[in-house]
């Protein structure tokens, strides 16, 4: 196990503490444009840390549960979609809206490029330690729906899909993809896109902080979360060579407490969108269904 970051438990203990002073007091009101037939979709408000108000869209089968259920974290990017309309027909769906972002964004509006950067010279105000909060809060709420199978319960999404499934156990299955802070500090010698590019800009602009923002990126790094995940986890993997190919996740893989599956990336959209879909539904006891339409016969 790679060594963990001075501090890096009491750091953690202290966001659930904090987390724990402040009641969820959840707040839900039906959306009919997105409602159907065969599910009711509401949205959601929760209490996080701060206090802050957080969101997302919950969905929620017709008929008798209880259901497997899907928690979606947040992306990078300051919008998040309701559910797709396939997996709103087979599981309760939540999709969470962290601080800042769209729909979420009162009284504070997150800025992209910029998100990855604000307060990362000081682990404690690091906007991410919030956010990461608010994923746990939005995990805590899809738990406790007495709609959702309690032994059936996914997330997936990118770093942050990892990190709530360590600290959240209850999660039997992780789909993650797109990792954002593993090895970030590697990648940004290696890139200059966005958002990892954020990382230089800051320090070519505070350069005397490289040490500080090392510090508060090991935090987040998924490897050292990563043994605490007991559920079920399926990792994307990219090329040969490549940043989030094979050699790169190695060592994550490894580290997951739980049992590991690796799906190789084709990049053709569809296979990749069907093959990932098939795999979460039979892990979660539903048919596969496709998001792109098939050529009849």
Known sequence: MSDLPNGFKEYWQNVDDELARYPGNPELEEVPMHS??????FWVKLTSIGPVRIGGYLSIPHGDGPFPAI???PKYGSVNHVPDYNDRKRYVMFTLMHRGQRLTDEPWAAAYPGLLTEGVDDKDRYVYRSIVADCLRGAEFLQSR??????????VGDDLALITASRRPEFSHVHAAGFLFHRLMDH????SAYPVEEVNDYLRTNPDDARRVAETLAHFEPIHHAPAIKARTLL???DDGAIGGPEWLAQLAEQ????????RVTHR?????????AWLAGQLGREPMSKF?????
């Open 188 to 191: 940004r010698e290696r890139s």
């Open 236 to 238: 994307s993997i990219g």
């Open 293 to 297: 339409r098939r050529t009849l016969p």
């Open 146 to 155: 007495p709609e959702v199978d309690s032994d059936r319960i996914a997330v």
């Open 71 to 73: 928690m979606q974290t």
């Open 269 to 277: 959209g569809g296979t990749d969108n069907d093959s990932i879909d």
């Open 36 to 41: 159907t037939h065969f599910c009711t979709v």
């Open 256 to 263: 997951i407490g739980g049992p590991v599956e690796e799906y």
